[in-house]
């Protein structure tokens, strides 16, 4: 079965620049897609199709997707930017979730 | 405003049956691809299921297939999860979660989740 790999955690200091790998076999050659998770609360999708920003989410989130890596940048990092985030893919008519990052803002 | 709501979560013991509902408002429901997305406690996140707009196709994580069944009734704009044969490691939250098959192709919604606990 299909698996996405991410770092268990990043930090970063406020105001300086996250980026959240994703690795992959060829997924590159597949849409990343990019979820944010707050403690206690639903997931919230924040990239899809490897680079696009869904209606009110700042321009601070951006992503990439080539070989077999798709990351997460997160430019200017707030802390109410801390949360989990997860990647995820469409392979073989299912949907993989990458094993997740818990991003804190230092 | 896109709403999905989730209920049914519970205790319930192992070999034991459950069924989730999810009411959706606030959008089309019957145009849209519904899934089941699950996160055990302190885990990530899961995929479980996924139904097409009128039923017709249905996609399951290898781990609950024959043992649990999603099912949609769009007069109700409602969407269920049939659980049987219910083991320990199916204990998460489940969320109910809209994907946009006509758009951004991702999970774009999603409910707060219910919590299922399967424990003697």
């Known amino acids: 079965s299909y698996e996405l790999t991410q770092p268990p955690s990043v930090s970063v200091s406020p105001g300086q620049t996250a980026s959240i790998a994703c690795s992959g076999d060829?997924?590159?050659?597949?849409?990343a897609y990019w979820y944010q998770q707050k403690p206690g609360q639903s997931p919230v999708l924040v990239i899809y199709?490897?680079?696009k920003r869904p209606s009110g989410i700042p321009d601070r989130f951006s992503g990439s997707n080539s070989g077999n890596t798709a990351t997460l940048t997160i430019s200017g990092t707030q802390a109410m930017d801390e949360a989990d985030y997860y990647c995820?893919?469409?392979?073989?008519?299912?949907?993989?979730f990458g094993t997740g990052t818990k991003v804190t803002v230092l | 405003e896109v709403q999905l709501v989730e209920s049914g979560g519970g205790l319930v013991q192992p070999g034991g049956s459950r069924r989730l509902s999810c009411a959706a408002s606030g959008f089309s429901f019957s145009n849209y691809w519904m899934s089941w997305v699950r996160q055990a406690p302190g885990k990530g996140l899961e995929w479980v299921a996924s139904?097409?707009?009128?039923?017709?196709?249905?996609y399951y994580v290898d781990s609950v297939k024959g043992r649990f069944t999603i099912s949609r009734d769009n007069a109700k704009n409602s969407l269920y999860l049939q659980m049987n044969s219910l083991r320990a490691e199916d204990t998460a939250v489940y969320y109910c979660a809209r994907y946009d098959s006509r758009g951004s192709y991702a999970f774009d919604f999603w409910g707060q989740g219910t919590l299922v606990t399967v424990s003697s």
């Open positions: 139904v097409k707009q009128d039923g017709s196709e249905k």
């Open positions: 995820q893919a469409w392979d073989s008519s299912t949907y993989v």
């Open positions: 199709q490897d680079n």
């Open positions: 060829t997924l590159g050659n597949k849409f």
